[in-house]
């Protein structure tokens, strides 16, 4: 899948956790020397490989856009077998007296791994030739299942509060007194870091400023399965998520009212209405629209409500379908699953793999017996899941169905919802609001949300033609 990256770079935190990931502009991976720090800066224009341009950040930026990449000389930001990466970026080329503000970047998941055209086109085929090794079963099992199944504190999250730790040991041995460690980070990278800085004693946590976290799920749940609860209402102060309604992952486990949510919860009008598989996916950065003062439009109550609507929909149907799942697969075959370590899940894959390619029912049948055994199922407990695979089936086709309806019913909706507040026989209209703005910035939010209804109305009338 192509990446749909930022617009621009006006949002330092947003930019700093794109950065975080590989194949973007100002990718950390790609810029990281472990020799010496790494300036990055997002006051200008940067294309990725694929030539995809992001402008530069405007002049409200910290630091005129300017980040300093600091190298890992204690080996604390990286760990292979749970495929946890992070970055630490600094307001100065060196921690030091002039140091005030520094910022912890954990990357989310990275891609499948899998070909998913060819799975559908031919999977016993693909299957045959694939090397398991190649699937990034430590992102997608090993974590990201993991919490979404079972509300586990995450294998990566550990190494996240270690690294947290000593960066924070740094800041107060080298930097200002009143240096701050910001938290950012997207997917999964915001599981680890919530998860990482629960973690954390009073004293350490009182040096972490703000916690801006995108396209996450609510972690509330795992935090108090961990004995975290008495760290919510610390941590509740400093985060802000900023969550796609259209994306299933920012809405797993948001079924409650926002204000009840971990955080100030920031449903995002997305420049575009889409689904997490399309081209232009809902869990990419390329869905947040930005201001040249680095705000990110979002809905309230007199501006796209019906967006909080469609995500709580969205949430409720990813609870109802993890419940589905769970009737026809046993949850010791679900908790086995996601502790397996990737190497295990490497060689039972490899044990299935070899039978398929020898097109030979009984080393099939030995995969099948070792895959059965590491699981905990009987045969019996294979026979039912066997038995049920068509209702496992029907799980993920309503789950299809009635997502592609949440985001039709959302559309039309909001083009009503358009074309009613610029209305110029509605006395409340948004030419109206703007006349009528107090201040210079509550005018520049209405023009930008005006900008945005006529560019969403002018896109429906070219669909139509």
Do not use: C
């Not at 030739?129 to 430590?138: A, G, K, L, M």
């Not at 740094?170 to 973690?199: C, F, R, W």
Request: net charge negative; charged share 30%.
């Amino acid at each position: 899948m192509v990446n749909w990256n930022l617009k621009s770079f006006d949002n330092i935190y947003s930019s700093i956790a794109e950065s975080a990931y590989t194949d973007r502009p100002n990718s950390f991976p790609e810029l990281y020397n472990s020799k010496q720090f790494t300036e990055v800066d997002y006051s200008k224009n940067k294309k990725d490989k694929d030539g995809q341009l992001t402008k530069g950040g405007g002049t409200d930026l910290p630091n005129q856009g300017k980040v300093y990449l600091q190298p890992d000389n204690e080996g604390l930001l990286e760990d292979k077998k749970t495929g946890y990466n992070a970055y630490y970026v600094t307001d100065t080329d060196t921690i030091n007296q002039n140091t005030k503000q520094t910022y912890f970047a954990v990357r989310g998941s990275d891609g499948f791994g899998i070909d998913i055209g060819k799975v559908q086109k031919d999977p016993v085929g693909y299957l045959k030739t694939y090397n398991p090794s190649d699937f990034n079963f430590q992102d997608w099992v090993y974590n990201d299942a993991a919490f979404a199944l079972t509300d586990a504190i995450i294998p990566q999250a550990k190494h996240a509060t270690e690294g947290m730790k000593a960066k924070i040991a740094e800041l107060n041995q080298y930097a200002a007194p009143d240096a701050k460690m910001d938290i950012t980070a997207h997917s999964l990278g915001t599981m680890t870091s919530i998860q990482g800085v629960a973690g954390l004693n009073e004293e350490e946590l009182n040096k972490v400023g703000h916690i801006v976290l995108f396209d996450g799920p609510d972690p509330t749940k795992s935090l108090e399965k961990a004995g975290y609860g008495d760290k919510i209402p610390q941590l509740d102060a400093k985060i802000t998520y900023y969550v796609n309604p259209f994306d299933p992952v920012s809405m797993l486990n948001r079924e409650k009212p926002w204000d009840q949510q971990l955080g100030d919860v920031r449903v995002v009008v997305p420049i575009e209405y889409t689904n997490m598989m399309d081209k232009h996916s809902s869990h990419d950065f390329g869905a947040y629209q930005i201001d040249s003062k680095g705000n990110i439009l979002t809905v309230y109550e007199d501006y796209h409500p019906e967006l909080w609507k469609a995500g709580h929909r969205l949430a409720e149907l990813n609870k109802k379908s993890i419940e589905n799942l769970k009737k026809y697969i046993p949850e010791k075959a679900i908790e086995k699953l996601v502790t397996m370590s990737p190497e295990e899940f490497s060689r039972l894959a490899g044990l299935l793999q070899t039978g398929l390619k020898a097109e030979d029912l009984l080393p099939i049948i030995a995969g099948i017996e070792n895959i059965k055994e590491r699981l905990g199922l009987s045969w019996d407990d294979f026979a039912e899941i066997s038995k049920n695979k068509d209702k496992l089936s029907k799980v993920f086709q309503d789950y299809q169905k009635e997502y592609t309806k949440i985001i039709k019913d959302a559309k039309k909706e909001s083009l009503e919802w358009n074309r009613k507040n610029l209305d110029f026989n509605n006395p409340n209209n948004f030419h109206e609001r703007i006349r009528r703005a107090g201040s210079y910035n509550e005018r520049i939010l209405l023009r930008t949300q005006l900008l945005y209804m006529a560019v969403e109305l002018a896109g429906s009338d070219i669909e139509q033609k």
